[in-house]
């Protein structure tokens, strides 16, 4: 499959509310699961909503072992989420950095709940429901904002903590 381009801020097509999956397994989905997941890998991200590829559906795909942008990160089970619904479990928010590969070079110190239940369903339709915390709960939050055609620097509460990377933290050109 395919490593697809990446849409970036200021494309409109970004600033749509995604359509959710009505039908799961079937080669469309698991092609676009691919194209995905390759595009991720390919660009060294986190994670990567069908969106920012430019298929307006509630898909996103995650997950972290070691990524160069994010060395310091634990590590987040590689996940498909379709149709996703968050729930906070506390009001708990903390700031912290993100990067998006929708604004390449660019960073900002983005306010996130910490422990938070998210469910929804892979691409065979099969359920999930986890309660994270932490990278993992930034990860899901930052991900699911693209299907809600949220990108973070709307969240920034400070501008003074958005900027190029290499400007804001030269050992860090993420």
């Known amino acids: 499959m395919p490593i697809r381009d990446i849409l970036r801020m ?10 959710k999956v009505d039908v799961f397994d079937t080669s469309e989905l698991h092609a676009l699961v691919t194209d995905l997941i390759e595009t991720m890998h390919a660009n060294d991200g986190a994670g990567l909503a069908a969106p920012q590829i430019g298929v ?18 634990e590590v987040v089970p590689f996940t498909v989420l379709v149709n996703p619904v968050l729930t906070a479990l506390s ?20 306010p996130r709940h910490t422990r938070l239940r998210y469910s929804g369903f892979d691409q065979f339709g099969q359920a999930i429901a986890r309660e994270v915390s932490g990278f993992h709960a930034r990860v899901v939050q930052h991900e699911t904002d693209h299907l809600w055609g949220i990108l973070y620097p709307r969240r920034i509460r400070d501008l003074r903590n958005f900027g190029f990377s290499d400007v804001l933290s030269p050992e860090r050109t993420a």
């Open 10 to 19: 200021g494309d409109a097509r970004l600033l749509q509310v995604a359509e």
């Open 56 to 73: 307006n559906l509630q898909v996103v795909v995650f997950g972290v072992e070691s990524n160069p942008r994010y060395p310091d990160a």
């Open 91 to 110: 009001e708990e928010v903390e700031e912290g950095w993100e990067g998006c590969l929708s604004l390449p070079g660019l960073r900002g110190k983005v």
